[in-house]
């Protein structure tokens, strides 16, 4: 596609219940990465994908997060058991692996 | 680990005015790529401007330029003849060029205001 596209854009999901969030690089990037960002804050890396390979997810915040890219193109993020501190927009990045990262417009989630 | 400091958590501007925002990073490496990227408020962080390390130039783009002192490990973005467009929040990012596996890693912005 044109743009890094994600979702749902929008999520609610109540304590305890698991949700998947879902991106769909541009064509042809090899690298795709997950970031959290907190309201008024800045991204925080989760977890970095070359091609189907899970290079790093050291950011991953626990061990209720999950991220998977079996075919190296749609990648999912699961949180299972959501907690209220889980509230944030879920930004996906795509990349050729020169530097530049180009985003998605986020999922933003909401735990209540 | 490499750190990116952004101390100024929000500016404003006068439309048709000049704003510069800060930004400093902390890294040991000699081999990079710095980003400034800017977040409208519809989410969508989108690049503005990227400078390589070893190049001594500074980057510009159209109305957008950046005062980069790599000694001093500075890396400001300099707005020109601000627009209501520009009202954003505002990423200073880096990235090591040493490994191709490293995430790029962000300051925690600035939010600017363009006031008409």
């Known amino acids: 596609g044109a743009g890094v596209s994600q979702s749902p854009r929008y999520k609610v999901a109540k304590r305890g219940q698991d949700v998947a969030l879902r991106c769909d690089p541009i064509?042809?990037?090899?690298?795709l990465f997950w970031y959290q960002q907190a309201l008024g804050q800045g991204p925080e890396f989760l977890t970095y994908?070359?091609?189907?390979?899970?290079?790093?997810k050291s950011g991953l915040p626990s061990d209720r997060f999950f991220a998977e890219r079996p075919e190296g193109s749609v990648s999912t993020l699961k949180i299972q058991r959501t907690q209220q501190e889980d509230s944030a927009v879920y930004l996906c990045?795509?990349?050729?692996?020169?530097?530049?990262?180009?985003f998605g417009e986020g999922s933003r989630l909401t735990v209540l | 680990a490499q750190t990116v400091t952004q101390s100024q958590p929000e500016m404003s501007v006068q439309e048709a005015e000049t704003v510069t925002l800060s930004c400093t990073y902390d890294?040991?490496?000699?081999?990079?790529?710095l980003f400034w990227y800017k977040q409208p408020p519809s989410r969508q962080m989108i690049l503005v401007i990227r400078?390589?390390?070893?190049?001594?130039q500074n980057a510009t783009e159209n109305r957008f330029s950046v005062n980069f002192q790599k000694a001093a490990k500075s890396f400001s973005l300099k707005i020109s003849d601000s627009q209501l467009g520009d009202t954003a929040m505002y990423f200073c990012?880096?990235?090591?060029?040493?490994?191709?596996?490293?995430?790029?890693?962000f300051g925690k912005g600035t939010r600017l205001s363009v006031i008409a």
């Open positions: 990045a795509s990349s050729l692996g020169t530097g530049e990262l180009f």
């Open positions: 064509s042809g990037h090899v690298s």
């Open positions: 994908f070359q091609n189907e390979a899970q290079l790093d």
């Open positions: 890294t040991s490496e000699n081999n990079y790529y």
């Open positions: 400078q390589e390390a070893y190049k001594q």
């Open positions: 990012a880096f990235i090591s060029r040493n490994s191709g596996n490293t995430p790029l890693v």
